[in-house]
DNA sequence: CGATTCGTTGATCGGGGTCAAAAACGGTGG
DNA sequence: CCACCGTTTTTGACCCCGATCAACGAATCG
């Protein structure tokens, strides 16, 4: 089934029961939860191509909401499920994306855990060019989630994040147009300062 | 295949290719990833009964090392493989067992981000505790992970992962015996210290 | 065009990191 | 059982990164 969502606009919330995987076909979604105090962690963003709700959870386990504008191809749970136990190629995708998904939340929480703001960052926009633009050299992505949403899911506060954009700016690491463009002008070193992680002026170079 | 390892053997580094799954059976596995700089992230707990080393990448994602005396049952990842796509049933359990991972991933970084010292400690010694003791009630446990190790997990440092025992046990919510030794007094009150800066009352699984 | 949301910048402050050292633990051997 | 020693934990003093509070600027939209 098609589904389009406004921007803000809900898909699901914690705790309800899974009816549905999803296939974000054009937009972005942002997977949540909600915190006692009122505040939230981000634990993932959805972009075209990725599933939503993978995993053979009852439940689901966090809020999700679209970002912007956004087309979704959903599909009943248990029919999904039915198709995977019927072909094992299918079988073996879905199971490398939930191993995808494992990998980048063991990636946030590196991030969280043991890296400075500016290495956190750093990493966060690698890790987004690598799923936004198809090559390696300097490309304009436009980020679909805001700057609270980044800092949601570093971390951090959202005013630590847009010091640390304007930073790498001056330094010449990227160049940001408008609200949302933003150009990876020094991949290296992006790579050098998430590398780094918090030691300031340490080697970062001895591997790779 | 069996496997012995002693106390903070290597049972395998990131980047290698992923060659074998393995199972605890006794002991503990302590999951990690490395910055440059030489911090630590500690990105699981595996107790008995856990699988180590699920989903399809060829390579492993991060460094396993015993934590103290440990069994393992080892399997060639190509012959778990090859089961699994000739065994739906099969497959769909290690489909659920990687859902679980990430699932308490993204309640890592929940808790390493969202919630101050005495949120991440009290919260985590109430995780182990669900899964090291039967009951609800009071009870000792040892704690197979070292002062260093919660503090990778949790973002901190072991100072004041030991500051925060100290605190506790001053408030009379833990008292500590020996090294590892860990019995709780007061659950409400640790439950009441980890949901001031915590998630939504939602039962805490933070241990891989 | 206001109006409103989002982003940037500045000033201040505190939680927790860091460095340092003492103390407690747990083996080991006498 | 006790003395010894390496390791882990605890405690203390200091300080810095990033949160917080508060304006201000700048896109988007009706």
Known sequence: MRRTLRARQQLFMEGDEQTHVYLVKTGAVCLYRMLRNGRRQVVGFKLPGDFIALGADPHYRCYAEAIGPTELRSFQTWAFHAAAA????FMLRLY?????????????AVSVGKRDADGSVAAFLLSVAGRLLPGEGRGTMSLPMSRADIADYLG???ETVSRVFTGFKRLGFISLRGRRGVQLM??????AVADAGGDNGAPARLLN
Not at 186 to 191: E, G, K, P, S
């Open 186 to 191: 020094d991949r290296a070193a992006l790579r």
């Open 86 to 89: 019927l072909n094992a190629r």
């Open 96 to 108: 490398e994306a939930v191993g995808r998904d494992l990998t980048r939340s063991q990636e946030q």
């Open 156 to 158: 951090l506060s959202l």
